[in-house]
């Protein structure tokens, strides 16, 4: 069987690198590429890729954001995570967003054909360091109690989604908390989207009034 690849990275040099060293193998086929997570998601829902090899940071709609839209509309596709960057907050939130696999683009092209082959099978493929972090978090998780309230939602807020309601609670523009939590604009608006999305509400003012009412605040 014969993969459907796209890939999505805002590095020209990097995306034509990478379909060169992915044409090479009989059973990878390069199908498209994009530069932004807009661009990946129009591509998906035209070319019906089997996997996604997808950047994170990236102009116009980032790749956090975009797997989410992938997932939501295509849920068949299989997103792999290809980022320079493997703090916490980048790991989770792409994990979380639905990929099946995180690899660093440091990684070595057997480990990346051997990720996207694993990925069409419908399994999940991490580097031994991502596999470490999500390890960890997962023992941090059964040493803590929820907070009150978090038992109400389908799916429990994250640390991270908490401290950015606490700041949302205040009053606090995208910008304000960016600069509190030392994260970026876009960081903090996907969070906000997420939030709102897990509470069930509208706007940010439903969303502090509920999250008063469940004791999250």
């Known amino acids: 069987m014969v993969i459907r690849v796209l890939l999505?990275?805002?590095?020209?040099?990097?995306?034509?690198?990478?379909?060169t060293l992915l044409s090479v193998q009989a059973d990878l086929e390069v199908v498209g590429a994009a530069?932004?997570?807009?661009?990946?998601?129009?591509?998906?829902?035209t070319l019906q890729p089997d996997v996604v090899?997808?950047?994170?940071?990236?102009?116009?709609?980032?790749?956090?954001t975009a797997t989410r839209r992938i997932?939501?509309?295509?849920?068949?596709t299989r997103v792999i995570v290809l980022t320079t960057f493997d703090n916490d907050e980048d790991v989770f939130d792409g994990l979380r967003a639905g990929a099946v696999?995180?690899?660093?683009?440091?990684?070595?092209?057997?480990?990346?054909?051997?990720?996207?082959?694993?990925?069409?099978?419908?399994?999940?493929?991490?580097q031994p360091s991502i596999t470490a972090k999500v390890v960890a978090e997962f023992a941090r998780m059964g040493t803590r109690p929820s907070p009150p309230g978090q038992s109400e939602l389908v799916e429990p807020l994250s640390e991270r989604e908490l401290e950015i309601?606490?700041?949302?609670?205040?009053g606090a523009s995208n910008?304000?908390?960016?600069?509190?939590?030392y994260i970026t604009e876009g960081t903090v608006k996907n969070h906000v989207t997420n939030i709102l999305g897990k509470l069930g509400v509208r706007d940010r003012t439903q969303a502090a009034l509920k999250a008063k009412?469940?004791?999250?605040?």
Do not use: C, W
């Not at 009412?213 to 605040?217: N, S, T, V």
């Open 8 to 19: 999505v990275d805002d590095q020209a040099l990097f995306r034509e690198g990478l379909h």
């Open 35 to 45: 530069s932004n997570g807009a661009e990946a998601v129009t591509a998906v829902a």
């Open 53 to 64: 090899l997808m950047d994170l940071r990236m102009p116009v709609l980032d790749g956090v």
């Open 71 to 76: 997932m939501e509309n295509h849920p068949t």
């Open 101 to 126: 696999g995180y690899l660093l683009k440091d990684v070595p092209s057997a480990r990346l054909y051997e990720a996207i082959r694993a990925a069409a099978r419908g399994e999940s493929f991490l």
């Open 165 to 170: 309601l606490q700041h949302l609670a205040t």
């Open 175 to 181: 910008r304000e908390i960016a600069n509190a939590l």
């Open 213 to 217: 009412d469940m004791g999250l605040i």
